[in-house]
């Protein structure tokens, strides 16, 4: 597996508003660069990882990222517009 990268746009709309929560996990890192643009509801960038039986099934709302990234890992910004919505 390699760093997840975004370079365009991300955009996550509930009708015509911004909307939604966008989880991305990549224990190899994430990087947002180049003039991407992300409009979400929420967002949560993580190189931890999570099961996917805690993802699916929680319903208190504690997560549990169970283990961490590669230890080089990052989550990076570099010339890049990321815009959230309070809810």
């Given amino acids: 597996?390699?760093?997840t990268?975004?370079?365009g746009q991300l955009d996550s709309k509930v009708g015509s508003a911004i909307g939604g929560k966008i989880w991305i996990i990549n224990k190899?890192?994430?990087a947002f660069t180049n003039g991407a643009t992300v409009?979400?509801?929420g967002l949560l960038v993580s190189t931890a990882d999570i099961t996917d039986d805690n993802f699916l099934n929680n319903?208190?709302?504690k997560y549990n990222f169970?283990?961490?990234g590669d230890q080089l890992a990052t989550v990076r910004v570099t010339?890049?517009?990321i815009?959230?919505?309070d809810e």
């Fill in 1 to 3: 597996a390699s760093p």
């Fill in 5 to 7: 990268t975004f370079r």
């Fill in 28 to 30: 190899k890192g994430v």
């Fill in 39 to 41: 409009r979400v509801g």
């Fill in 59 to 61: 319903t208190d709302g």
């Fill in 66 to 68: 169970y283990t961490r």
């Fill in 79 to 81: 010339n890049a517009n």
């Fill in 83 to 85: 815009t959230t919505k």
